[in-house]
């Protein structure tokens, strides 16, 4: 039976096939035919018929009956039909495995072939097929041909060895292939080199701590003179191996530079980005004032500008990558500007990168010459692209101070057209002016006013409302203006609804007697007759402001606004210096992280720009003015605005971003600050002080009379937040936990709010969550992910957030982690990279771990072994440190550092000093032995530590400290 | 690393499917064609995701040349790639056709096997791989009346034997394998394409040129190739020889098999060519054009008395009068406002081989010129019924773009001298070179 399915099945591709004599057969018993064509005397018989069975392959029809077939008729001199054959092999050999065992003969006769063509085909065919059995069979003809006396072959066979570690990286290594292939960098064929560089990299990726790829001063001297000799492809190896180089000092790295400078002009786009790459890397170790750093910069923009004449997929991907080069190094575009003017021919997607390139680079110089495109391009076709360009003006005015008034005429032109979409867009982006420049433009509302009928689109509304309210007192009819948009309250989106109760409310403020009636039918249409939590807390915040102490609501809702600032569509710092390091990779294009996108084991490494040093020092050191800190906690990058913080919230600044560009916001982004009343904000308002919280819980206490019931439920979340207070209030007494702290502010992560900690409790190690939904949508979908780290941390189970987490719920989840995970030192020891995903996006933040809940039960040494160790390990390895403001005594001391699991061996008293001497178990197995000094009377402890891995001991320090001071 | 290589019908069969590395499956394939095929128009097709695959694709021929990687590879070394690979087989099989394909896919396979190995780029020089391939192409050469133009009445030469026909260049390099009667011929053929804007006052705004030098040859045996460029060609805005009149541009790059000891002082590119096509010299200006741009437009708009738009449309061509211009299409964008569906269009047209269409869709008016010699002047009426113009909405009739094409000439005024091969050509030789200029983006505003 499925001898005749598959008939039809061939029957059917027959008919669909009709151009080529390969794809056509419509006869009955087409496998039998074949057979016997296989087995025909005739050369040309059996080469037809091979390749029918291989375009019987390729249309993916199961062809793999004729395996034996095939096989036989492997042993030939001709190379056409060998070639032939072994392509069939390679796609089969998988699922017949025991069959392809027929093969091995002749590809061990072939690589002894005195035709080096035959020879390499041979090596490379074997190294495809895939099935274990076959591999131990490879090993003796690879080794012969990795030294063969053609070059061909032994490019080949490099090639051969990471396929071999592909398939049995175990293999490789006991017999000593690795070696070799370190010997084939000297190759004296450029070739060869080319592929050993290759193939090393890809295998040392898998081994991140190996010292496969051996980079010093030398062999990087020999891959830069292979470099000038090798194809285009075979540059791009070396150059991609270059840029994991970190050059000692500025010298080499600036020779490095001048070696690497002539690939730029070369044709191939790929060879050019991969010499960028280099160049933007160890130019960062350049100082700024050489004569040297300025001729680079100026080398560098012509290739980037080349690549803009390519074809488009060339352009697409060049312009992302120019995109981070401009935002690191706005310097060497600064003159381009015209050729990012967007031609008429261009595809949507390249005009809508050129466009978030040209205000990158808008500049008091350019900024009419940009502004004259960019109000052509509003007269485009494409409304995409239009709106774009609509907001991209604004987006000059709020980066280009002196070019702001020339905006707000260029828009003001715009809204003349009275083109829906371009009135809608100019509106949202004239807001955003406002708020850069207060009290400078208002001359143009009144123009704004004439457009009110056209507004269909929320964020053009909200906008409209927002512009009527913080103006209301220069709008002589601004309460009729509102109390138009209030008949269809219902029917408007929250954001509009939001916006149109704040304007009510500051209406009032400013004209309180004649807008009483208004500003109550606005607050019981959001308190009594909505639905939604958020507008409803905000109505009842403004009901109580208003009705307790009308001068504070005043205070409050019109208090000044701070300014919104340039750019907040920049890349996080830090993920840029990240991404600069893969220029000419997918990273690149997506904005991403390899570590986003790529599967586990391959390519993860996090890469960073090196610090810049100086001839003496060493690379250690640390510029503090290059890197941003390691910690997620330092990299906040200063340009956001403040737009999470309460005052704003209730001010409602945060009505949209000024960002245009990039991908459209999320409405969840929009509001993300304006629904955290209850939640978050009133939370840092109060700021722990239990009292507070209280009085607020018993103030709401008091508005029942008002509150409907249905209120209570979603509020219950919040105020209970108000109440558990986080750090470490009704934990058990034990180990040491610190308290939560912020991890992954909303700002960033498009509403969702992660703070934590970690315990260890009874053995597990625990990381504790705090997931708050900042957003206005549900969130879905959490999952979790941890960047290799010192100490092999990993999830030992997936996140548990079982229901969707609603707007403003929080939920606390606790993940339990293992120490078996894949291990990279990182700096600080301690410190963790984790990425968090949601229905919404991928989130990244890094935080530090204590490392006391490493510290294992069973991590008390005996009294010899102790002594044996301590007196081992040599005393370079100590180091000392102080404990201040301690005032226990040593027994207390030692209780508290017991609970975790520091455990206290022997005591001594000497003069009035207690020695405590102490030993910790790691996770990872090693040991920290460690002597406290604690001295009646004295709050000043003194603690060394000794430690065969010694960088470990500031860490184990802190903790001591951590845990003693709480 | 390249996991995949494929390449599809415009219909999505599978013409081609070679996998490298063993870590993805072949149903790769029909998920690739499935999420270009569902594509909105403002996502970037280029680099497309799919679990833990990522999809580079160009399209030639109609065709979709697609390579998969799993990891952070660079997506420019792929689409170089993969744009080598469509020259390398158009080399090969002659041109780039879903029957080409099909018709050779022993040799595609042969070919792709050598170029790249566990994902690894080797080589593609034309000229390495001819040492390797050794499946013969399969010409699919479709019938050209083209060829049959050639032959004149009672077999006397025709004029059009002095020039190439078009589809002379489209063979593959190596039929010729073994047989004498293959043609030695070598094209030389410099290609530019310029982009201009002028704006609305008539100044001129921006305007560029991009140009290339690209040499097909399909001689076996040729040692040395010497093409000679103006002597008075300069690179770079410092560097002005002579009277002024040079030919000048601000960039150039080169093939890497281009020798330069000969082109700083004598403007002498000596290259040894591998048969098949090869981009040997790469140039750019910018907005410094040595002559007015080819084309001025005088227009006006209005709207008359029944409340139609008028726009009326005065195309001048600066070109010497020898010179003329191929396919020249006019697209006036309309306003934004046009709703589509009401509009008509009416026209007056200069003369009867024009014509023009209204193309609701885009928004535009099609104006098409087929022939259009140097220094003529042709003039256009277009009538649109429009309803609910305003005097505001004139405001907003977008730019006018032109798509041309002038054979013959040069916008740089880039020419080559001469070409020498060296040794001697045994036998009949023939060497041609063709210069042509496209238009890139030609905007004019209104």
């Given at each position: 039976m499925e001898w005749a399915n598959q008939l039809c099945e061939n029957r059917q591709f027959g008919s669909k096939m009709t151009d080529s004599k390969y794809f056509t057969t419509t006869k009955k018993g087409e496998i039998f035919e074949l057979k016997a064509e296989l087995n025909s005397d005739k050369k040309e018989k059996k080469k037809e018929a091979v390749k029918k069975v291989i375009a019987s392959m390729t249309v993916g029809k199961d062809v793999s009956a004729l395996f034996p077939d095939v096989v036989n008729c492997m042993q030939t001199d001709n190379l056409e039909l060998k070639k032939l054959v072994y392509l069939y092999l390679m796609n089969y050999a998988k699922s017949q495995p025991d069959m392809a065992i027929m093969a091995v003969n002749t590809f061990v006769k072939d690589c002894e072939d005195p035709n080096p063509l035959i020879r390499a085909l041979a090596v490379r065919t074997m190294g495809c097929i895939r099935v274990d059995k076959i591999t131990e069979y490879l090993c003796e003809p690879l080794r012969k041909c990795l030294k063969d006396e053609d070059p061909y072959v032994r490019k080949t066979a490099a090639v051969c060895v990471a396929k071999l570690h592909d398939i049995n990286a175990q293999l490789v290594e006991d017999q000593g292939f690795l070696d070799t292939l370190k010997d084939l960098i000297s190759d004296s064929n450029p070739m060869v080199v080319a592929n050993a560089v290759a193939a090393l990299s890809e295998i040392a990726e898998s081994h991140p701590n190996s010292n496969l790829l051996d980079l010093n001063p030398q062999s990087i001297n020999k891959l830069l003179t292979a470099l000038n000799e090798c194809t285009e492809w075979g540059q791009i190896f070396i150059l991609d191996c270059l840029a994991n180089y970190a050059p000692r000092d500025d010298r080499e790295s600036q020779s490095i530079c001048e070696r690497v400078t002539p690939r730029l002009s070369h044709a191939n786009s790929a060879v050019v980005l991969s010499a960028v790459k280099v160049l933007m890397k160890f130019m960062e170790m350049l100082p700024k004032d050489l004569d040297y750093y300025g001729t680079l910069l100026k080398k560098l923009a012509p290739p980037l500008v080349t690549l803009l004449s390519a074809e488009p997929e060339l352009q697409y991907v060049a312009l992302r990558n120019i995109n981070l080069i401009v935002q690191k190094r706005p310097e060497i575009l600064k003159h381009e500007m015209k050729v990012f003017f967007v031609k008429y021919n261009d595809p949507i997607y390249v005009k809508l990168e050129k466009l978030d390139i040209m205000i990158r680079l808008a500049s008091q110089a350019n900024i009419a010459q940009v502004l004259a495109e960019l109000k052509e391009y509003a007269t485009e076709v494409d409304v995409d692209f239009v709106r774009k360009a609509v907001r991209a003006i604004g987006r000059c005015a709020i980066k280009v101070e002196q070019s702001a008034e020339r905006c707000v005429s260029t828009l003001l032109d715009l809204i003349q057209t009275k083109v829906n979409y371009v009135v809608q867009e100019a509106i949202v982006v004239i807001k955003d002016i406002f708020r850069k420049y207060?009290?400078?433009?208002?001359?143009v509302i009144a123009t704004l006013c004439e457009n009110l009928d056209s507004l269909d689109e929320p964020e053009a509304r909200a906008a409209m409302i927002w512009i009527v309210g913080e103006y209301a007192e220069r709008i002589d009819n601004a309460d009729e203006l509102l109390e138009s948009f209030l008949e269809g309250f219902h029917d408007e989106s929250t954001q509009v609804q939001l916006q149109l109760l704040t304007a009510i409310v500051k209406l009032f403020l400013k004209k309180p007697t004649e807008t009483q009636e208004l500003v109550q039918q606005v607050l019981s249409l959001a308190t009594q007759d909505s639905d939604n939590p958020d507008l409803r807390d905000r109505g009842y915040i403004y009901w109580r402001l208003l009705s307790t102490d009308p001068v504070a609501a005043k205070e409050v809702v019109l208090a000044e606004k701070p300014l919104i600032s340039e750019e907040t569509d920049l890349i996080e710092p830090t993920l840029l210096e990240e991404l600069i390091c893969h220029i000419g990779t997918l990273a690149s294009v997506y904005h991403k992280p390899p570590s986003a996108f790529v599967e586990g084991s391959r390519g993860v490494m996090h890469k960073r720009l090196p610090a810049r040093t100086g001839s003496g020092e060493s690379t250690e050191s640390p510029d503090v003015g290059t890197i941003a800190g390691g910690s997620g906690t330092e990299t906040a990058p200063s340009i956001i605005p403040s737009q999470g913080d309460l005052l704003g919230d209730l001010l409602n600044l945060?009505?949209?971003?000024?960002?245009?560009?990039?991908?459209?916001?999320p409405t969840s982004g929009m509001q993300m600050g304006g629904m955290d009343l209850l939640g978050g904000g009133l939370d840092s308002l109060l700021g722990g002080d239990i009292g507070g919280s209280a009085a607020m819980g018993a103030g709401f206490g008091a508005v029942p009379a008002v509150m409907p019931a249905s209120l209570n439920a979603p509020m219950g979340g919040g105020l209970g937040d108000l109440f558990d207070l986080g750090g470490g209030v009704g934990m058990p007494l034990g180990a040491y936990i610190p308290p939560k702290t912020v991890w992954l502010p909303a700002m960033k992560a498009k509403g969702l709010e992660i703070s934590g900690t970690f315990a260890r409790r009874a053995g597990v190690i625990q990381m504790e969550l705090t997931l708050t939904n900042k957003a206005m949508s549900v969130m879905t979908d959490f999952a979790i992910q941890f960047n290799r780290n010192s100490f092999g941390l990993a999830p030992a189970g997936p996140l548990q957030v079982l229901s969707p987490l609603s707007p403003n719920q929080t939920i606390e989840v606790s993940l339990p982690l293992s120490t078996v995970g894949p291990v990279m030192k990182m700096e600080p020891l301690n410190n963790l990279q984790v990425a968090v995903k949601n229905n919404i996006d991928v989130f990244y933040f890094s935080c530090q771990y204590p490392i006391s809940m490493l510290f294992v039960e069973d991590g008390k040494m005996e009294r010899q072994v102790f002594l044996a160790t301590w007196k081992d390990i040599p005393n370079e390895n100590e180091s000392q440190f102080q404990i201040k403001d301690c005032h226990l005594n040593s027994d207390a001391a030692s209780n508290k550092l017991q609970a975790s699991n520091i455990f206290t061996i022997a005591k001594r008293t000497v003069e009035g000093q207690d020695m405590l001497y102490m030993s910790i178990k790691l996770s990872n197995g090693i040991w920290v032995l460690a002597e406290l000094r604690v001295q009646t009377g004295n709050p000043n402890y003194t603690i060394s530590v000794k430690c065969r891995a010694p960088e470990v001991s500031q860490c184990v320090f802190q903790c001591c400290e951590a845990v003693l001071k709480n | 690393m390249i996991s995949q290589v494929f390449i599809l019908s415009s219909k999505g069969d599978h013409l081609i499917y070679k996998d490298f590395r063993g870590e993805a499956g072949c149903d790769a394939v029909n998920k690739f064609y499935e999420m270009v095929t569902t594509l909105t128009g403002d996502q970037p097709p280029v680099v497309m995701k799919h679990k833990e695959l990522h999809y580079v694709h160009i399209r030639q021929g109609g065709l979709y040349w697609v390579a998969t990687t799993k990891a952070d590879s660079s997506p420019f070394t792929i689409i170089e790639f993969l744009n080598r690979l469509t020259a390398l087989i158009k080399d090969y099989c002659g041109c780039l056709s879903e029957k080409s394909v099909r018709m050779n896919f022993a040799l595609i396979y042969e070919v792709l096997d050598e170029v790249v190995d566990f994902g690894y780029i080797q080589t593609t020089s034309t000229d390495i791989l001819k040492n390797f391939i050794q499946t013969e192409a399969v010409s699919a050469k479709p019938l050209s009346l083209f060829d049959l133009s050639n032959v004149g009445l009672f077999g006397a030469d025709t004029q059009q034997n002095k020039v190439a026909p078009s589809?002379?260049?489209?063979?593959?390099?190596?039929?010729?394998?073994?047989?004498?009667?293959?043609k030695n011929e070598i094209f030389v053929d410099v290609i530019e394409r310029i982009s201009v804007v002028i704006g609305a006052n008539g100044v001129l705004m921006k305007a560029d040129i991009e140009g290339e030098i690209r040499v097909k040859c399909y001689m076996p045996s040729c040692s040395e190739m010497r093409i000679g460029l103006n002597e008075e060609f300069s690179i770079g805005k410092s560097q002005l020889r002579g009277y002024g009149a040079a030919v000048r541009v601000d960039e150039c790059s080169f093939h890497q098999a281009v020798r330069l000891d000969e082109f700083d002082t004598y403007r002498i590119l000596k290259l040894c060519p591998s048969q098949g096509e090869q981009t040997v010299m790469q140039y750019q200006l910018c907005d410094d054009l040595p002559t007015a741009p080819p084309f001025r437009l005088f227009s006006s708009i209005e709207r008359d008395t029944g409340g139609r738009l008028l726009i009326y449309l005065k195309l001048r061509c600066d070109l010497p009068p020898k010179r003329s211009v191929l396919h020249l299409n006019n697209n006036p964008a309309l306003p934004l406002f046009s709703y589509s569906l009401f509009s008509s269009l009416s026209q007056e047209l200069s003369s009867p081989d024009q014509s023009a269409e209204l193309q609701p869709q885009n928004k535009a008016v099609h104006w098409e010129i087929p022939r259009f010699p140097g220094g003529a002047q042709l003039s256009a009426l277009f009538k649109l019924e429009v309803p609910g113009l305003s005097s505001a909405s004139l405001q907003e009739v977008g730019s006018i773009s032109l798509s041309f094409e002038l054979p013959k000439y040069t916008c740089t005024g880039l020419q080559i001298r001469f070409l020498r091969l060296s040794p001697i050509q045994p036998g009949a030789s023939q060497r041609w070179v063709r210069y042509v200029t496209h238009s890139d983006s030609y905007t004019i505003r209104i």
């Open positions: 207060p009290n400078k433009y208002e001359s945060d009505l949209a971003p000024p960002t245009t560009t990039g991908p459209p916001p | 589809v002379a260049a489209t063979r593959p390099i190596m039929s010729s394998r073994g047989e004498q009667g293959g």
